[in-house]
């Protein structure tokens, strides 16, 4: 399986990251990617940019030398209402929003039932479109109620290369996880998103595991976000169209 863009990287900017924006474009060149989302950690997270980065993160330009650059956010989400960390205003001008559960940040739900709920509601906000790292062994999920969520809000649940890592402390059974929501996800034809949530260019377009998972589960290609350009431009457009009919809802 060859994918074409890796849609969630992180630079000196959240905070926590070590390389520049131009470094983790020239990895992602020297990696074959056609697509790059550049998904700055919100504000929330400890030692996390101001809210202005979100502000300014069209100062990156949308293309470089062939590589389409989304330039997006990954937030927290704050509470078991689903609260995202950023105000709608900005999260309008991102060209894609990912979002998560993170340590360290205000979120205070303690069980499977408000993790689930916390997840569920943010679903519903207009601009999400990717759940980061559902597979976190810290907050576990009831899979079934959040893939059905994400299909029913047009929601995308990401395949997280970096939980994979059996370096990664805090997600040891991201792998075990990973493979449970893909298993109902395929039956019930969840669309999913791959991302390395590299914080080093070195880690930019590093999929493998990611890859090697969604091949042995026998995931639908048609459901894989990153496979092309033409699918993520399809989904941007079926975006704009979603944002539109949940805003008239509100
Ligand atoms: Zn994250
Ligand atoms: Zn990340």
Known sequence: ???????????????????????NVFAAQKAGLSVLGITEHGPSIPGGPHH????AMLQIPPEVENLWIL???????INTSGELDLDRDRMSRLDIVL??????TPYDGKSKEEHTQALCAAMENPYLDILAHPDNPGYPLDY??????????????????????????????????????????????????????????????????????????????????????????????????????KLKTL
């Open 144 to 245: 079934k109620t959040i893939v059905r969520k994400a299909i029913a809000e047009g929601i995308l649940l990401e395949v997280n290369n970096n939980s994979m890592n059996t370096a990664h402390p805090g997600r040891k059974n991201g792998m075990d996880n990973c493979r449970a929501f893909l298993e109902i996800g395929k039956k019930e034809g969840l669309q999913v998103a791959i991302g390395s949530d590299a914080h080093i260019s070195f880690s930019v377009g590093k999929m493998e595991k990611a890859i090697k998972l969604l091949e042995e589960t026998g995931y639908p290609e048609e459901l894989i976000l990153n496979r092309s350009r033409e699918t993520i431009e399809e989904f941007l457009e079926e975006r704009k169209k979603r944002i539109h009919k």
């Open 99 to 104: 979002a998560a559960i993170h340590p360290g």
């Open 1 to 23: 399986m060859k994918l074409i863009a890796d849609l969630h990287t992180h630079t000196v900017a959240c905070g926590h990251g070590f390389s520049t924006v131009q470094e």
């Open 52 to 55: 202005y980065l979100m502000g």
């Open 71 to 77: 330039r997006g956010a990954e937030l927290n989400i």
